[in-house]
């Protein structure tokens, strides 16, 4: 992945976000306080904006600038998330070339920031349960951005059947079920702008 793949990862994603804005509210509507696509929206605006506004040397600079720039403009508990999600990917794709097992060690980091920051584990309905099965997939069979949508999408579609035990949605207990996790949806729309960007 080269730098202007890394920037198209970015512009891409915030296409998908502004694209489904309303779609992800409307999810957080239902199991918690409907603000997911307005915070995500906002911010990766803003992270794209900054991303185009500068050339950047490598990829792991515009990891970094998009993670700054998504910590200080969205609110609630994605913004945080994301934003230590993007600058561990930075952090772990300096200095490399991205490829292959590079992919999984950025994944990796991106999935220790998380859940250092948000104390949740697999199987509590958060953008976990997206991130760590394309983690495992890429482990298994080695990178490959067509199979990591795919994976993505499953693990997305799977979030319904599950019962929150972290974040807002916790506080429906039960009632969660039914539902898709809107960080989870969100977080499908990442590795579908990852092939995306790919392919450029
Ligand atoms: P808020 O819940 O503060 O309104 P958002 O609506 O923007 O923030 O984001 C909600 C999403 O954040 C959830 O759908 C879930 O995927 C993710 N999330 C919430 N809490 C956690 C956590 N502790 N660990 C991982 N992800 C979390
Ligand atoms: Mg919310
Ligand atoms: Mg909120």
Redesign the pocket.
Known sequence: MNVNQTAAWITHYNQHLQDQKDYLTSL?RKI??G??GI??ARGFAEAAKAVEAETFETSADVLKKAAMTVMSKVG???GP?YGTALLKMSMAAKGKDIKGDVFADMFEAAIDG?KQR???ETGEK???DVWVPVLEEVKSSGFDAANVEETAQKAMEATKDLTAT????SYLKERSKGHL????VSSYYLFVSLAEALKE
């Open positions: 957080d918690g306080d603000d997911h915070n995500m609630g508990a994605s998330l998380i948000g104390k949740a958060t953008m976990l972290k974040g807002r949605a996790d809107p960080g989870a």
